[in-house]
């Protein structure tokens, strides 16, 4: 296991896996934000997705656990589970960056997510799923093959939806990309390279999806002022780089 260590700049305490890379972030007066941008667009699954009660969401590598904390103080009809390998990360999110203790809405599991995604008891059990693994290289993520990509398929119930966060300046980024598009039959949208080279990618199941973007627009006006995110501009860079989508979300 990758050794965990922690600094602190500007008021902001990172995460990082025993180098200078950093593996997460948390703004210090208000540990409930999702500070990285990339972190932020991995809750677009809202955009499409209405929470309600018993709704159930995966996320595979804890990290800070920016996005456990967010889903638990803005979506809370929503049980979360939460999947880490590394059980330093488990402790440190809850000691040095404010993650909630497991309870009735919040349960994690020690364990390989590639482990977690093949068991069949965890097969069509979650309206959401949200990826981020990254070792201590952080040259692509950790699991990656087409194998993977299809149980995270299984996982999902219909209509279900996943959002993975891929490294666009590595070779890494056509093989997951690919990946994840045989998986989910080319079912697939990619939000704008963020600053610092993450390319969020967001992949559906379930019926077709045609949609009016003024339509997402309005959803997304109504989830910016319940959670502060930045989804309006989601919206546009969505619309702007995915081929055929200008118009009309079809997909």
């Known amino acids: 296991m990758e050794p965990v260590t922690f600094s602190e700049s500007g008021g902001i305490r990172y995460l990082h896996f025993g180098s200078e890379l950093i593996q997460?972030?948390?703004?210090?007066?208000?540990?409930?934000?999702?500070?990285?941008?990339?972190?932020q667009q991995m809750m677009a699954w809202l955009l499409f997705l209405e929470t309600r009660?018993?709704?159930?969401?995966?996320?595979?590598?804890?990290?800070?656990?920016?996005?456990?904390?967010?889903?638990?103080?803005?979506?809370?009809?929503?049980?979360?589970?939460?999947?880490e390998l590394n059980p330093a990360v488990i402790v440190s999110a809850r000691t040095m960056f404010n993650t909630p203790?497991?309870?009735?809405?919040?349960?994690?599991?020690?364990?390989?997510?590639?482990?977690?995604?093949?068991d069949p008891t965890n097969h069509h059990k979650f309206d959401a799923i949200q990826i981020d693994l990254y070792d201590a290289i952080c040259d692509g993520p950790s699991a990656s093959s087409l194998r993977f990509y299809r149980d995270c398929f299984q996982?999902?119930?219909s209509p279900g939806v996943m959002t993975v966060n891929l490294f666009s300046r590595h070779k890494s980024f056509d093989i997951n990309l690919n990946n994840i598009c045989e998986a989910f039959d080319n079912r697939v949208l990619l939000f704008p390279e963020s600053h610092?080279?993450?390319?969020?990618?967001?992949?559906?199941?379930?019926?077709?999806?045609?949609?009016?973007?003024?339509?997402?627009?309005?959803?997304?006006?109504?989830?910016?002022?319940?959670?502060?995110?930045?989804?309006?501009s989601w919206v546009k860079g969505l619309s702007q780089v995915n081929a055929r989508q200008e118009s009309q979300l079809r997909i």
């Open 24 to 39: 997460g972030a948390m703004r210090i007066r208000d540990p409930d934000e999702i500070y990285l941008e990339y972190n």
């Open 53 to 83: 009660p018993k709704m159930q969401i995966a996320q595979l590598g804890l990290g800070t656990g920016a996005l456990t904390k967010f889903t638990y103080r803005y979506c809370p009809s929503v049980t979360s589970t939460v999947i």
């Open 101 to 118: 203790d497991d309870g009735r809405r919040l349960k994690t599991i020690q364990v390989d997510a590639k482990v977690f995604v093949a």
């Open 155 to 157: 996982t999902l119930k």
């Open 196 to 232: 610092d080279c993450n390319v969020v990618a967001m992949a559906f199941k379930g019926p077709l999806l045609e949609v009016e973007w003024q339509d997402v627009s309005k959803r997304a006006k109504l989830l910016e002022q319940q959670t502060g995110l930045p989804t309006r």
